[in-house]
């Protein structure tokens, strides 16, 4: 069930969508509030940028291709992890 919706566009460019939901309704020790949604943006060079996310028990998760990422595990070290 969703609690809350929005949807906006600023006269920049901007667009904005959003949702709230409750997970685990009815279960009072383990209910949490959802928060989900996507905004787009252009950057100095007019590309755009979208930045999805995810706000839930586990935090906020942002995810787009303008974030940056760790780069990989050394094997070596991977080894030492799963042994």
């Known amino acids: 069930m969703i ?3 929005m949807c906006y566009e600023t006269g920049n460019g901007i667009h904005a969508q959003e949702t709230g939901y409750i997970k685990f ?3 009072e020790k383990h209910e949490t509030l959802v928060q989900q949604g996507t905004f ?3 950057d100095e060079h007019g590309h755009p940028i979208t930045l999805t ?3 839930d028990e586990h935090g906020f998760q ?3 291709d303008h974030l940056p ?3 990989p595990v050394p094997v070596e070290f991977q080894k030492l ?3």
């Open 3 to 5: 609690l809350e919706e």
């Open 25 to 27: 309704k009815g279960d």
């Open 40 to 42: 787009t943006y252009h």
């Open 53 to 55: 996310y995810i706000a």
């Open 62 to 64: 942002p995810q787009g």
């Open 69 to 71: 990422t760790p780069p």
């Open 81 to 83: 992890i799963h042994t």
